[in-house]
């Protein structure tokens, strides 16, 4: 059985773009009148405009300046809005040849590879020791119990002087 795929591009009759849109995965910088920098993700752009989305709320009809990665900086009107998303339309017609268009993601291999099995246990070894930590292991416990006995001696000798 063979398939094949067919891609189709849909025009609305009201639609009055100038320019085909292309989509696109690009991280841009907004900047509204106070020129705060506004983090954007620009998903279609053409030479006549581009859509966006923005966590920060944008007014309609406002002028603002976007830079973009490969096009510099260019000033736009958000003609377009609907939730987080806008649609922007350059104020003069930019040149887009320099941006890579977004491909939309292909399955390259398609297999079952199986689960994935966890490493083997291995054992750890001590690192070999030098010969002060050898020294310190072997009078660890008549150091431990010296620290234990002397200060009750102490606390004796003062308890019977006092006496």
């Given amino acids: 059985m063979r398939t094949m795929s067919l891609t189709a591009k849909l025009y609305r009759e009201q639609d009055e773009r100038i320019a085909d849109r292309q989509p696109v ?67 003069r017609p930019v040149s887009i040849d320099g941006i890579d268009v977004a491909e939309p993601p292909q399955t390259i291999v398609r297999a079952d590879f199986g689960t994935v099995a966890s490493p083997p246990m291995l054992m750890h070894e001590d690192p070999p020791l030098d010969a002060v930590e050898r020294r310190i292991r072997q009078f660890r416990g008549p150091i431990i119990l010296t620290g234990l006995i002397v200060p009750w001696i102490i606390i004796g000798a003062i308890l019977t002087a006092l006496a």
């Avoid at 053409?46 to 920060?56: H, I, K, L, N």
């Avoid at 973009?68 to 000033?75: F, S, Y």
């Fill in 25 to 91: 995965n690009l991280g841009a910088t907004v900047r509204r009148d106070d020129q705060r920098p506004i983090d954007v993700q620009i998903d279609d752009l053409s030479s006549t405009g581009f859509r966006m989305q923005s966590d920060e709320p944008i007014a309609m009809d406002s002028t603002v300046s976007v830079g973009i990665a490969g096009l510099g900086r260019h000033t736009a009107r958000v003609v377009r809005q609907n939730g987080n998303q806008y649609g922007c339309s350059f104020l």
